[in-house]
């Protein structure tokens, strides 16, 4: 019996060669292939500046720091995501405020998040769940408003469009951060980037990738440096670097595929599912849908070799975040989500045959 996963990777022959090549080269960490990566995401997506990290985790991380956030601080977020959205604010001390989500797109609702702002607000982490951008001309009108910063996690939607611009072209935002995990729509086998159109804050990136050191021209030999702040090792090698740039080529075909099944499932399986608005043309990284007796549908799923997935347990449910103060029945949307969501099978490589396959499987369990 064959196995499908609910993600995974497409590395092709292309692929190979691409790291094989760096591997034969002078530079194998952070070199001309990451620089080449960057530009490659900037052409890509429209944003200006792009530094490559080691996961999209340290990019949250690293722009929070970017913005100052400190102790005392508020930010504002989904609890319908990974715990890194929120996570990054608490490394820099700050405290995390949980909206709830709009019930057809899982994404953060933005007539809530005004009701969360206070005077220690400083920022929005909007969540483009499953690939689909979240209403980010709502948000940025809020946050202008307001006088919030904006940084889009925007780990499950490189290739995804709002309103005709590629997530990632900072419109609406101050910075877009982008996950290139191997279940992501591309893969640098762990890795991430932060993207901006702000100069100041791209300095600032690239400093905290590397220790918070900074070059300038005053200086007279290549080896001086400067440790101005307290950074990190976040840095992504140019192994990875030149693997995202052969998967950052196949990215529309990857997105025409993904879009396929997608409308597949809607039409063959009859389950609830996530709605697309019209504002969107998402590169779908996730499929969930909405079943009863969840934890017996696992168990008999994956008898029949279907290894799917929760997306995700909501943040403010988990006891570090219960300590702190959040109560998962202020995000009732999210509680109702969670309670019945699975996400299928979902990458380039099923076939219509495939899908057929695991629409049979899921018809004998429902």
Request: glycine letters at 6%; hydrophobic letters at 35%; aromatic letters at 10%.
């Amino acid at each position: 019996m064959r196995i499908y996963n609910y993600g995974k990777q497409h590395i092709d022959l292309g692929d190979i060669l691409a790291v094989v090549k760096t591997l034969s080269s002078p530079f194998l960490t952070c070199g001309p292939k990451v620089k080449e990566f960057e530009q490659e995401i900037c052409k890509y997506t429209g944003a200006k500046y792009c530094v490559a990290v080691s996961s999209a985790t340290a990019g949250l991380h690293i722009a929070m720091l970017a913005l100052e956030i400190k102790p005392g601080d508020e930010i504002i977020t989904s609890p319908v995501t990974f715990l890194a959205s929120a996570n990054c604010a608490r490394y820099c001390g700050a405290d995390v405020k949980f909206c709830d989500i709009e019930e057809k797109t899982a994404n953060i609702n933005p007539e809530q998040i005004e009701k969360l702002v206070t005077s220690k607000t400083k920022a929005i982490i909007p969540v483009h769940f499953a690939g689909q951008s979240c209403n980010m001309e709502k948000i940025y009108e809020i946050a202008k408003k307001h006088n919030l910063k904006i940084v889009e996690d925007a780990a499950h939607a490189i290739g995804s469009d709002y309103k005709g611009n590629k997530v990632g072209c900072c419109e609406f935002s101050d910075m877009a951060v982008f996950s290139f995990h191997p279940v992501k729509t591309i893969t640098t086998g762990e890795g991430g980037a932060v993207v901006t159109n702000d100069f100041e804050l791209y300095q600032k990136l690239l400093a905290y990738r590397s220790h918070g050191m900074y070059k300038n021209g005053e200086m007279q030999n290549t080896w001086e440096y400067e440790m101005r702040k307290l950074g990190y090792n976040y840095r992504m090698t140019d192994i990875q670097a030149a693997l995202g740039i052969s998967q950052l080529k196949k990215l529309e075909k990857f997105k025409k595929r993904r879009r396929e099944i997608v409308e597949y499932y809607n039409k063959n399986l009859g389950l609830a599912h996530l709605e697309e608005m019209e504002y969107s043309n998402a590169c779908f990284h996730l499929y969930p849908v909405m079943v009863r007796n969840r934890a017996e549908f696992y168990q008999k799923a994956k008898k029949k070799g279907l290894n799917l997935q929760v997306h995700y347990i909501p943040v403010n449910s988990q006891p570090y975040y219960r300590e702190l103060g959040a109560d998962p029945d202020d995000t009732p949307n999210a509680q109702i989500y969670y309670k019945k969501c699975i996400s299928l099978p979902l990458y380039p490589d099923l076939s219509n045959s495939d899908l057929d396959e695991i629409i049979k499987r899921m018809r004998g369990i429902l």
